[in-house]
């Protein structure tokens, strides 16, 4: 069986970092979609400190214990 998959939808995103994602994947010959993925799964096997540095700070969300 493959992997499922799911919609995700992202707003607001700037008009400049749109065209520097859609250049950079155009560079890579992927489509936007492709390379937004796999940026994802590159982000989200970075170190948890990462993640949670600024969005600790925003206290908009908090590792337990914090």
């Known amino acids: 069986m493959g992997t499922r998959t799911v ?14 994602i859609k250049a950079a994947a155009a560079l890579a010959g992927m489509s936007l979609s492709d390379f937004i993925v796999k940026a994802l799964a590159a982000a ?13 700070q925003e206290g908009s969300w908090r590792r337990q214990g914090s």
């Open 44 to 56: 989200c096997r970075a170190p948890f400190e990462i993640w949670t540095g600024r969005m600790g």
């Open 7 to 20: 919609a995700l939808l992202v707003r607001r995103v700037p008009r400049d970092v749109h065209r520097t």
